[in-house]
């Protein structure tokens, strides 16, 4: 009988130490995933309806072009008018930095004018400030490559 129970009890110490739970995502991972979510769905697919989703009313548009109105509203409508002129967008990103709330990204557009359906190809970075789940802040540079 002894026999058995130590087998036994091995294998239950075993089974038990491996249904022990996974530590869960930090803020930063979380808002790492947010970001990239962000550019699948609303810059590649160009889903404009999921802004409200990602971005905060009061998103503050560091970069913004000229004349473009801050807050949600003013966003939604230079990210749409913006892309918008792209038939086709593709996006690698190439690298994504999160430091608690501050997430940095280098990615790689791939995009086709509407226009002229002449491709381009270049690099831009992102900076994204995130509070309570939603950015408030965004910077971009590197868009010389697109005429802007």
Known sequence: MKLLIAPLLSLAFIACEQKQEQ???SVAEKNKE??????????????YSLIDSFFATNIFDHS???????????F????????GTFSHIEIT???????????????????TRVSDK???T?????????????????????WEWVGV
Not at 77 to 83: C, D, G, N, P
């Open 118 to 120: 002449k491709e381009l």
């Open 64 to 74: 913004a072009f000229e004349g473009q109105q801050q807050g949600l509203a003013g």
């Open 34 to 47: 947010m970001v990239k979510r962000a550019y699948s769905e609303v810059v590649a697919r160009q889903n």
């Open 122 to 142: 270049g690099q831009t970075m992102h900076w994204f400030l995130v509070k309570d789940g939603k950015i408030t802040d965004e910077w971009s540079k590197g």
């Open 23 to 25: 530590p869960a995502p």
């Open 76 to 83: 939604k409508k230079a990210v749409s008018e913006f892309l």
């Open 93 to 111: 990103i190439e690298a994504i930095i999160a430091e608690g709330d501050l997430i940095s990204t280098r990615e790689i557009w791939k995009v």
